[in-house]
């Protein structure tokens, strides 16, 4: 069963641009999630999806998006980016992602670098 | 606030040698709790998890953790160490309704020969 699938691996880009990672979650899951990774603020939520809708939100600004599409893939975009954007972006999955203790799986991330 | 402590932040350990990591929660209830592993530019990585019942969980690679009520904790253990578990471990937990993983700061572990 292949794992949670996240592209691009690498990227860098100017400051003031935008950009679209993507997420392939586990087959069958339903539910993904998005966590920026940074040395100075650790691991940071930033959005749940679950069938197509947004369930849950964290504290990030406007520019920070995303949407999950019929098949359970996930896009995030960030646009007007600061270089304080630069970071690890992680892609979470799990089968139903609220309640009942669902396991939540993580793939390698998408490391974004802005200049 | 819910959070989530790591008070190591880095441990360095023998080869051969006994670990002990601790992890502390503050919750209104009590959340799930996972313990995950990071290697250098990969993700993460589940090592164990605890829903409820059984209060000592086992994982993959060796690891087991307690889970104590108590003490808001839930220490990850292993009790002989190999080079290749030196990594990033995070301890993360969740509340029942479901939503955010909330993540300690992580601890480093090396592993001296």
């Known amino acids: 069963k292949a794992g949670v699938t996240q592209t691009p691996r690498y990227l860098i880009k100017t400051r003031g641009q935008q950009v679209t990672l993507s997420c392939s979650p586990i087959?069958?899951?339903?539910?993904v999630s998005w966590y920026q990774q940074t040395p100075g603020q650790g691991l940071q939520f930033l959005f749940e999806?679950?069938?197509?809708?947004?369930?849950n939100k964290g504290n990030f600004p406007g520019r920070f998006s995303g949407r999950q599409f019929s098949n359970s893939r996930s896009e995030m975009n960030v646009s007007t980016l600061e270089l304080g954007d630069s970071a690890l972006y992680l892609c979470?999955?799990?089968?139903?992602?609220?309640?009942?203790?669902?396991?939540?799986?993580f793939g390698e991330g998408s490391w974004l670098t802005v200049v | 606030a819910q959070s989530v402590t790591q008070p190591d932040i880095h441990i360095t350990v023998s080869e051969g040698a006994s670990l002990e990591l601790r992890c502390n929660y503050s919750?209104?209830?009590?959340?799930?709790l996972f313990w995950y592993v990071q290697s250098p530019g990969q993700g993460l990585q589940l090592l164990l998890k605890?829903?409820?019942?059984?209060?000592l969980v086992q994982g993959i690679k060796g690891f087991e953790a307690e889970f104590k009520r108590s003490q808001s904790s839930f220490n990850l253990r292993k009790p002989s160490v190999h080079w290749s578990d030196a990594a990033e471990y995070f301890c993360?937990?969740?509340?029942?309704?479901?939503?955010?993983?909330?993540f300690g700061k992580g601890t480093t572990l090396s592993v001296s020969s």
């Open positions: 979470a999955s799990s089968l139903a992602g609220q309640g009942a203790g669902n396991t939540i799986y």
């Open positions: 087959s069958g899951h339903r539910s």
């Open positions: 999806y679950f069938s197509e809708t947004q369930r």
């Open positions: 919750y209104g209830a009590t959340p799930y």
């Open positions: 605890y829903f409820s019942g059984d209060t």
């Open positions: 993360a937990a969740q509340n029942q309704a479901g939503t955010a993983l909330i």
